[in-house]
């Protein structure tokens, strides 16, 4: 269990501004930033961040809190991850008050992660190793995984002598920096390799590096006869690998250097193309990226990332200089991938393959990198062509002139979608379906100013449309379905909603229990209000949930720490709960002067709007009183009317 003062301090020293300014555009409005809210969709920032309390709100969909929060809800991380990843980011020990039994278990487990990563980085070595030349100590059959490397401008190479001012081969480096190596052909050579070094095969197995036979004891390697490529962290650690096939060699060739070993290939076909790592309790795919490690400086220098397809993509790139590359890891692009580069970069460039299933791919990473909020645009590539052929053909400024050319994800969506050729080649039912993905696009849509140029980029392509010599009736379809996505249902509740909000707001900022929640939001901003005489007295017109937050307040803050936020919250009850929150995040007022006044201000309202209500009680009573005939009562009622009338005035 992590001390208390340690996350204390942790809180103190984080910098909560630039912590969400690295996944949320954050502008300056005040005491506070504001910013659109990564937790859910909205067009106009309601997301406040205070860099004095060290506290978010967002005012549409009520998430808040402190740093550790913000990962938590951002990230996924569990408190004690959160509180350790902003630690060791802001320099700071990690001091944990633990029982003997839960350090035991907290050891065990960090030791147990750490034996993955070390039979891993076993592994690699163990591959590059294997990938030299057999005079240097590598496998006779390396040089198919040399030649493969070759046929892609690859060349290999001894490992580097990093001596300063040794020119520096970039093919070489590359192929370092991403641990290439080769799985050789056989059954066990890497289980045999792992139990000299004394690794358990439960570990290799855990992490997918090796399988247990299916009958009787013992191990064999998952990899067989591949190009091995090692798959890192954003910390450099390997969680897995991806192994690329490579012809067989003929049984010649096997039985000459007497080994033993299967086919990769089976009874259905060729062996699959690529065979990749399963997922373990150091690595799941859809969380990690292909090359990241080895990109994020120049994607942070680039304020841009390049995502393609393949592993070999992402390698050719960066060999030739395009270092800003990376890939998914055998899946679709996730939105958790996307957040994790959103951490790098706010765009990426998706660069997949020029053919059908590249297009099916650069559509489908439209929702991700939505949900991640990256900003996405789209390079297009000749058809049947990779970005690895380019890179051949055309060196570093052929990528670089693709990718300079992107453009915005929705402007390639309703291109594709309405593409002449493509269009007029359709059957009826297939150029409608076009349409209403087209008009689902725009519908989708959140930002008014970019819908508005989608729906102008897509009438313009409609009215260059003819079919049969003449504008299809279903042309005409698609103008009225985007005048429909453009005046969407959902925008028009929203903004029915807003404007009942307004309305009720207005109204109520009359009532009582709004200008009580004014008072004590003015001392949310400066509690050292507290001390101050005239407001003491003042406050003592409040009751129910706002005096239980004064003296929420009173116990939360003190001259030396300040205002405990956290502490605070704590105390109040849930009907005052959201609007403290959203205070803390977000002060009305600079000034202490100002608070002050509209404190005193507000403390007068309340007291006038008491009188006045309990006059109408008075009244109500006289009524009663007048109806019954008791002189006496109607006299004193009518003197304690007077009272009220007075002190209403200022009067007594």
Not at 393 to 406: D, F, L, M, W, Y
């Amino acid at each position: 269990m992590i001390s208390p003062e340690t996350i204390a301090l942790v809180k103190e020293r984080t910098d909560l501004v630039a912590l969400i300014g690295e996944n949320v555009k954050l502008t300056r409005r005040g005491r506070s930033f504001v910013g659109l809210c990564p937790f859910h969709k909205e067009k106009s920032p309601s997301f406040h961040v205070s860099p004095e309390r060290g506290y978010f709100h967002c005012f549409g969909c009520k998430e808040s809190g402190t740093a550790v929060d913000f990962l938590m809800k951002a990230e996924g991380q569990t408190f004690p991850e959160a509180v350790k990843s902003l630690a060791e980011r802001a320099g700071i020990e990690i001091e944990e008050t633990l029982t003997d039994v839960e350090r035991r278990e907290a050891n065990a487990a960090k030791r147990a992660k750490d034996d993955l990563y070390a039979v891993n980085a076993l592994a690699a070595t163990y591959y590059e190793r294997c990938l030299r030349d057999p005079q240097s100590g590598g496998h006779p059959l390396s040089g198919y995984a040399r030649a493969e490397l070759l046929k892609r401008g690859l060349p290999w190479a001894q490992p580097l002598d990093t001596a300063e001012g040794q020119p520096i081969d970039q093919v070489a480096a590359t192929l370092q920096a991403f641990r290439i190596g080769y799985a050789p052909f056989g059954w066990d050579g890497l289980a045999s390799f792992l139990r000299q070094q004394g690794v358990s095969p439960l570990a290799a197995e855990r992490v997918g590096l090796l399988v247990p036979r299916s009958s009787g004891s013992g191990h064999y390697d998952r990899f067989r006869h591949r190009l091995m490529f090692a798959v890192s962290d954003v910390m450099g650690r390997i969680l897995a690998f991806s192994g690329r096939a490579l012809p067989d060699p003929p049984p010649a060739e096997i039985s000459s250097l007497g080994i033993s070993g299967p086919s990769t290939a089976n009874a259905d076909g060729p062996p699959a193309k690529y065979v990749n790592s399963p997922e373990s309790p150091i690595y799941t795919k859809g969380d990690h990226l292909f090359g990241l490690y080895q990109a994020r400086q120049a994607i942070r220098q680039e304020n841009e990332a390049v995502l393609v397809e393949g592993n070999f993509d992402v390698v050719s790139l960066h060999a030739r200089g395009v270092a800003n590359v990376v890939a998914p890891l055998g899946t679709a692009f996730t939105s958790a991938q996307a957040k994790l580069l959103k951490r790098f970069a706010p765009t990426a460039v998706i660069l997949f393959d020029g053919d059908a299933a590249g297009r099916k791919a650069t559509r489908a990473s439209r929702t991700s990198c939505r949900e991640g909020g990256l900003t996405a645009r789209v390079a297009i590539l000749p058809q049947g062509v990779d970005p690895d052929d380019l890179a051949r053909t055309e060196g570093p400024e052929g990528v670089k002139r693709i990718v300079k050319g992107a453009r915005g994800m929705l402007e390639y969506l309703i291109d594709e979608a309405l593409a002449s050729t493509a269009f007029g080649g359709a059957t009826l039912t297939e150029q409608l379906a076009r349409i209403r993905s087209v008009a689902t696009l725009l519908r989708d849509e959140d930002d008014p100013t970019l819908r508005m140029m989608a729906k102008s980029y897509a009438d313009q392509l409609s009215a260059q449309l003819v079919i049969n010599g003449r504008s299809p009736t279903d042309l005409r379809q698609l103008e009225q379905i985007m005048d429909q996505a453009m005046h969407r249902p959902e925008a028009a509740a929203e903004e029915h909603d807003a404007s009942l909000t307004r309305g009720e707001t207005a109204r109520s900022r009359s009532s009582i229990p709004q200008i009580g929640f004014d008072t004590v939001g003015a001392l949310i901003d400066f509690p050292e209000l507290l001390s101050d005489d005239e407001v003491a007295e003042a406050l003592g017109i409040l009751d129910g949930e706002t005096a239980l937050a004064v003296a929420a307040l009173r116990q939360a803050f003190s001259p030396e720490k300040g205002l405990v936020g956290a502490d605070f919250l704590a105390l109040l009850p849930p009907p005052i709960h959201a609007f403290a929150a959203g205070r803390l995040a977000s002060p009305a007022f600079e000034g202490l002067g100002d608070a002050k006044v509209a404190l005193l201000r507000n403390a007068g309202k309340l007291e006038r709007l008491s009188l006045k209500r309990e006059n109408a009680a008075v009244v109500d009573k006289l009524h009663r009183v007048g109806s019954q005939g008791d002189a006496a009562a109607e006299d004193e009622l009518l003197r304690e009317v007077q009272r009220r009338s007075r002190r209403k005035l200022g009067l007594s």
